[in-house]
């Protein structure tokens, strides 16, 4: 029966378990045993395909008055069915234990958790140390909470029985009524009669008897009268099995079979056979076998080790037998040693030895430690002989390899050498061609990885020269697994191939590494400069001499001012070419080029710079040629000056000319003229001739301007015609010792002569100088005096044609003072004056009069009135009181008379009847603290428009003005102008942008005390965050900026 559905308070099942000592300990607490638990009890423990058990027997013993019950009687199972059908009902106990009178009254736990809640269930096992509480629940569930008293039976069976293995039991009930019918069930099943099971009735007796009682009949029975049932628990006690003949000592060698015997008391008894306390396996791949015939049980062991030696022991219920083993090894004979070999890396290594006996096993190692199968490795055993195989060598299998026979001290030894030809690794390096690249005045390190066993000499050559270890700045180290060759500063020198021989006692190795040093290039040649244009020239140049071991990729071209030192790119793309054209430079101003030559390195240094050379540009064509004159032999032409001339300027002009119907032209001029005017001479008479005209400069010549029809030499008469100037169609005037140059053109030809006549008589040529010219006349007078004054009449012939002109020419003078001024009337505060005209008007009409009066008393002369036109004027607002002298001055087209006519007599300005006092006055005190008359108003500004701000104060004295931003003054800010005009303040804000925002204030401050007044100034329209930012804007007041600019949108909305 299992008793760990019968846990609770009476029998409590504990199991603990010692991490350090690995045991289990099973423990079983028994509470307030009773006589009925007497018995034999057995532990038994299972762990996989493991079984092992232990029993006991307990004896209780009984205390007077105590009532005898069988523990076993009081287990019931709670239903009926097949063998160890329903669960085992714990029960009984409860129903027959007597409460002590002295101790405390015994709880019913079955009673509490029938009428408890289900919620309660947990706490009452916790309480009353129930651990199986879901078996409780179901034997409760099952449970019958009354029991009718039963009509058909008048005595039931015992709630159990218990008999012998191989004993006879006898199952007795009483019937009530012996007519009913009655049937016996085992497990659930109805037992038919049969030799074992035996039916026999007494009176209203029904017995149902088992003979020879086994295991397989401790069952549940059952007996059926009618529809109802009595139930009872069969328990057969197994009798212990004892050993009737003991286990033989047995002595003998590894290899032999071993046969242990041993009888028992009981035929077919389960026993246990075990070696040094633990159950020998008797599986299909064991190598025990276990045999039983009758009441003898055997223990082979086919084919004896050394680890069969032992204790052995059969087990079983009645008792136990031992015997010991002893299994010795054969002596060791060696039939074949291990031979020492050397083998190439990579290739299969075998070893072998044969021994004897055979079918030792052994084990193999390698200097000292032990070998393990694997792929790679095979450990075999053929009877005698052992083999070791690996089938591709490396070079830590080389070393001592011992083989150990399993059980004996002696050993097998020998030497594994493994040997490998030196070998170098450039595939490693993933170098195209072998070749390593280092850019000059780095450091190179090579790291060639190479093999051999033992480890190869290794020797680095550049040529003939070896390379020492011990260099400098060029070394070579060999480690075990790789060589390196080392260049701290790599020059130009150290191009090269480089060679490595490595040698071994397996053979010898060669290989060569390149050794590429690349550079950044040399200079180029010094740049041509081979073309010059207005802003552009044409330069060429030579590739450099070392391209420093790699290709030119391209050039970048530089140009600077001669006085500069500021070189500028030109290209950001390599130019692939050794020509380029600078453009884009300022025309006059020298300069000077250079180049930069670039490879995969990088750039080279600058090249030497270019001589320098200025940017030149011809002029362009000269502008309207035409014919001024032509005679029998010469053409004399005039043209403008090109309209560009550019910075080179123009030093002349080259006149050519060709025969028409011919292009040989030829040069008029041998040294350049630079008079916008030519003749040719030399002419052939009545040829035609083209004309052409090219202006010159430093650049060369520009293109040739020339005339579209071709010119006959050939004298025309032209009729004189006098042009006069606009200005001289009118008087021409001038003052007084200034100079008069009058040039008065003409026309006629052949060459017209020229007279002047003035009012019709010669002129002087002591006072008149005149020129004549071919096409003009000119008449010059030093210094005019007002004699020079005239008609001057001009006349020009040309053979029988003749042309006149005349030029009207004054010479005017400063007037001399008005004459006789005098005071015809003086009444209250007015004078009446009059005066005649000057009597000299300076060869000019007079224009106009000044007056002036001064108080005789100081006689600071006062001007009254200017460019006055009559010669009588009436004076007022003279002050009473006063006495007052007049002048006059005379004015014309020259200005002033140099002197004034006075009044000979005072003019006095009384009042008849009055007298004059005059009043004492005392000084007022204006004094004041600032005032703001008209304070500053909140204003709306537009980003980019100027605002201003305005405010008026009064104080006395004048105030101090200080204006202020958010109470920061604002001081010398180009943004803010500030104006101060008779008390009205203005501030300008120029262009403002929405940081400009803020509170705006203006300070007046005098020695009487300040006033201060103060607006809110918004713009609208705000920048953004970059904006801010190109202004220059500080990060701070940006951020302060955005978040005032939230802050006032999220009411708006």
Request: glycine fraction near 6%; include cysteine.
């Amino acid at each position: 029966m299992d008793l760990a559905s019968k846990t609770g308070k009476h029998l409590q099942l504990k199991e603990t378990f010692d991490r350090r000592t690995k045991i289990h300990t099973f423990e079983m607490h028994i509470i307030k045993a009773k006589d009925n638990y007497a018995g034999n009890y057995r532990c038994e423990v299972t762990y996989k395909d493991k079984f092992d058990s232990c029993s006991f027997d307990l004896e209780v013993k009984e205390l007077e008055q105590s009532q005898s019950v069988d523990i076993r009687s009081a287990f019931k199972r709670s239903s009926e069915g097949h063998e160890d059908a329903g669960d085992l009902d714990f029960s009984g106990l409860l129903k027959h234990r007597e409460p002590k009178q002295d101790e405390t009254p015994e709880v019913d736990v079955w009673e509490i958790l029938k009428s408890a809640r289900p919620d309660q269930y947990e706490k009452i096992a916790f309480e009353y140390g129930i651990t199986d509480l879901r078996g409780l629940l179901k034997r409760l569930k099952k449970t019958k909470k009354e029991e009718k008293k039963s009509e058909a039976f008048a005595k039931k069976l015992d709630p159990a029985y218990q008999v012998d293995k191989g004993g006879k039991i006898r199952l007795v009930v009483d019937l009530a009524d012996p007519t009913v019918e009655l049937k016996w069930y085992k497990n659930g099943q109805e037992i038919r009669p049969t030799p074992k099971f035996i039916f026999e009735q007494k009176g209203t007796q029904r017995i149902l008897v088992i003979n020879n009682c086994g295991l397989n009949d401790d069952a549940a029975y059952s007996v059926a009268a009618g529809e109802e049932k009595c139930t009872t628990e069969l328990f057969v006690k197994e009798l212990p099995v004892k050993i009737t003949k003991e286990i033989e000592a047995v002595k003998t060698t590894v290899n032999e079979r071993i046969e242990l015997e041993c009888e028992v008391s009981e035929e077919g008894a389960q026993v246990k056979w075990c070696k040094n306390g633990v159950e020998v396996p008797t599986g299909p791949r064991s190598r025990y076998r276990v045999k039983s015939e009758g009441l003898k049980h055997w223990l082979i062991i086919d084919d004896a080790s050394k680890e069969d030696t032992g204790t052995f022991s059969l087990m079983a219920s009645g008792g136990t037998s031992e015997a010991k083993v002893q299994v010795e090894l054969k002596p060791l004979k060696i039939i074949q040693d291990l031979q020492d070999m050397t083998v190439l890396l990579g290739q299969p290594l075998k070893m072998h030895c044969e021994i004897f006996p055979g079918n030792v096993p052994g084990r193999w190692y390698r200097n000292g430690q032990l070998i393990q199968s694997n792929d790679r490795i095979n450990i075999l055993q053929r009877a005698k002989n052992h083999r070791l195989e690996i089938v591709n060598s490396t070079i830590h299998d080389a070393g001592d390899y011992t083989f150990v026979p399993e059980g004996y001290s002696q050993s097998l030894c020998a030497k594994v050498h493994i040997v490998d030809p030196p070998r170098v690794h450039l595939e490693s390096l993933n170098f195209p061609d072998n070749t390593v690249t280092i850019v000059a005045g780095n450091k190179l390190r090579v790291e060639i990885p190479i093999s051999g066993e033992p480890a190869p000499r290794v020797v680095w050559m550049k040529g003939e020269r070896v390379i020492l270890d011990s260099g400098h700045r060029v070394r070579a180290e060999t480690f075990p697994d790789h060589t390196s060759l080392t260049i701290d500063i790599a020059e130009k020198d150290d191009t090269g191939n480089y060679k490595i021989v490595l040698q071994n006692e397996a053979g010898e190795a060669e290989a060569s590494v390149k050794v590429k040093v690349v550079d950044i290039p040399d200079p180029p040649e010094v740049p041509l400069v081979t073309e010059v244009g207005g802003d552009w020239c044409s330069m060429t140049w030579e590739p450099p001499i070392y391209d420093g071991g790699s290709p030119i990729l391209g050039y970048f071209i530089e140009r600077k001012k001669k006085q500069s030192s500021r070189w500028m790119r030109l290209n950001f793309d390599l130019n692939k070419e050794t020509t380029f054209e600078p453009k884009k430079m300022i025309e006059g101003v020298p300069y000077e080029v250079r180049v930069f030559a670039v490879n995969a390195i990088g750039v080279s240094k600058p090249s030497e710079p270019s001589k320098a050379f200025v940017p030149l540009a011809v002029t362009s064509e000269p502008t309207m040629l035409v014919v001024d004159d032509v005679t029998d032999t010469t053409v004399t032409m005039k043209w403008r000056p090109p309209d560009t001339i550019g910075a080179a300027g123009l030093d002349g002009y080259l006149v050519e000319y060709c025969i028409e119907g011919t292009d040989d032209w030829r040069v008029t001029n041998k040294e350049l003229t630079e008079k916008t005017k030519y003749t040719i001479t030399g002419l052939p008479p009545e040829a035609k001739i083209l004309v052409r005209v090219r202006a010159i400069n430093a650049a060369g010549a520009s293109t040739p301007r020339t005339l579209q029809h071709s010119i006959l030499v050939k004298e025309v008469i032209e009729p004189p015609k006098i042009r006069i100037p606009r200005h001289l169609k009118q008087t021409y005037t001038r003052k007084v010792g200034e100079a008069v140059n009058l040039v008065i053109p003409f026309m006629g030809k052949p060459r017209p002569k020229v007279s002047w006549l003035k009012e019709g008589q010669t002129v002087d040529p002591t006072q008149v100088t005149i020129r004549n010219t071919d096409c003009d006349s000119i008449i010059f007078i030093r210094k005019a005096e007002r004699k020079h004054s005239g008609k001057y009449d001009m006349k020009v012939e040309v053979e029988n044609h003749v042309d006149t002109a005349i030029v009207d020419i004054q010479i005017v003078d400063l007037p001399g003072p008005p004459q006789c001024v005098k005071i015809d009337e003086v009444w209250g505060g007015n004078v009446a004056l009059d005066w005649t005209p000057p009597k000299d008007n300076g060869n000019a009409a007079i224009t106009g009069y000044t007056i002036q009066k001064a108080d005789k008393k100081t006689m600071e002369w006062y001007t009254c009135i200017e460019h006055y036109h009559r010669t009588c004027i009436t004076i007022t607002e003279l002050v009473v009181g006063n006495e007052y002298y007049f002048r006059i001055y005379s004015e014309n087209m020259v200005g002033l008379s140099e002197g004034a006519t006075q009044t000979k007599d005072s003019a006095l300005i009384v009042k008849e009847g009055m007298q004059l006092k005059n009043p004492e006055y005392i000084d007022h005190d204006f004094k004041e603290p600032p005032k703001f008359t008209q304070p500053l108003i909140n204003t709306f500004a537009i980003a980019g428009y100027n605002a201003t701000l305005n405010c008026s104060v009064r104080a006395n004295p004048r105030p101090k003005v200080i204006w202020m931003k958010n109470k920061i003054a604002i001081i010398d800010d180009p943004r803010y102008r500030m104006f101060s005009n008779q008390g009205v303040c203005t501030l300008e804000i120029r262009k403002p942008s929405p940081y400009d925002g803020g509170m705006y204030s203006c300070k007046a401050i005098n020695d009487l005390g300040d006033a201060l007044v103060e607006c809110k100034l918004e713009v609208k329209g705000g920048f953004t965050f970059s904006e801010l930012m190109q202004r220059g804007v500080p990060l701070h007041l940006i951020d302060k900026y955005m978040s005032e600019t939230k802050a006032v949108e999220q009411p708006e909305k």
